[in-house]
């Protein structure tokens, strides 16, 4: 039943007692929540600056 964990491989455990399921722990869920979030911010297309909500309107890495 028990899934191995996506980020190291170990075994997850109950979901039901393991409160960083589905990762096995939250050392690996802290792992896998910076991943998503460093995905999130290379969503092609995406035209919003979350990062500086007071931004530019013009991008100052281009002139780099
Ligand atoms: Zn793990």
Redesign the pocket.
Known sequence: MSRP??????S?GDPHTNR?YP???A??RA?DLGRWFSESYRIPGEPVRRDDPDSLPFDPDEDA
């Open positions: 964990c996506p980020i190291c491989g170990n997850v960083a990762l096995c722990s050392r690996c792992i």
